[in-house]
């Protein structure tokens, strides 16, 4: 995921959490998902010049084209530079976020997620925090029982389900702080700054979240032979014998994804 960095700091050589860079090459692509490395085009865009205070020189904003090794497919991040130093990230495209989902994975949430990533990848850390707050509330409206879903406050809703078994202890306990980084986003006059490393935090919890809920299932079902994604209902495809309703049998997965 992108992070945000001030001038003044270099980003660490080789971090693969985080989208590629010229001067790092490896990274989670945000075409295809999957971690890679990358192969720096030759020519880059110099999108503009302009001077710090106290800095030594013209920062550059520039654009660089980098090609993932495995998918072949080209991405275009923008970054603060002065020479060889690389100051921060600045926007991606195309932005990381629901394009890799599994396709099981409930719009609603997905979208949440996608908007978030968005607004991480563009150094909008308040923004991203409201909408990673957003998913889990999703969620609970997705697949939470009708005692959670009459919940008013999402960490009501969430104690709800912890009761209930579901989700597990420690997603439930980080959707906990997930919640109170959310008021932080949304009511700035109330509570610190959100940092870019608190909100790309909160965005890894989403993604694990959305992970353990939603592609496990699905993915277990496609292995069993009782989901088919190719086929118009996905619920025809669980077999005789088998009920969309069981929960044993789904996980509590709504094959449809809606």
């Not at 923008?78 to 394009?99: C, F, M």
């Not at 490393?197 to 965005?203: C, K, P, S």
């Amino acid at each position: 995921m992108a992070s945000q960095r001030s001038l003044g700091s270099t980003s660490a050589p080789n971090n693969p959490d985080t989208i590629p860079t010229p001067n790092d090459l490896s990274g989670p692509c945000p075409r295809c998902g999957r971690i890679s490395n990358f192969k720096q085009e030759a020519q880059s865009l110099i999108l503009r010049q302009f001077k710090r205070p106290n800095f030594m020189g013209y920062v550059q904003e520039r654009a660089d084209l980098l090609t993932c090794n495995g998918c072949q497919e080209t991405t275009v991040v923008v970054t603060e530079r002065l020479g060889d130093r690389e100051y921060g990230l600045l926007h991606v495209y195309p932005a990381p976020g629901a394009g890799v989902l599994d396709k099981q994975v409930n719009e609603r949430v997905a979208s949440a997620y996608d908007e978030g990533m968005k607004c991480l990848t563009s150094g909008a850390n308040r923004a991203a925090a409201v909408m990673f707050r957003s998913a889990p509330s999703l969620f609970v409206k997705d697949k939470g029982s009708d005692k959670a879903k009459g919940e008013r406050h999402l960490k009501n809703a969430l104690k709800h389900m912890k009761d209930e078994g579901d989700p597990h202890r420690s997603l439930w306990e980080w959707a906990d702080h997930l919640n109170q980084l959310g008021n932080e986003g949304a009511h700035p006059e109330d509570y610190d700054d959100v940092t870019a490393e608190e909100a790309e935090g909160w965005g890894k919890f989403v993604r694990h979240l959305i992970r353990h809920e939603y592609e496990m299932p699905a993915q277990l079902l496609r292995d069993q032979g009782l989901l088919k994604d190719d086929e118009p209902d996905a619920e025809e495809g669980a077999g005789p014998g088998a009920s969309s309703a069981d929960p044993a049998l789904h996980g509590g997965l709504n094959p449809r994804g809606v």
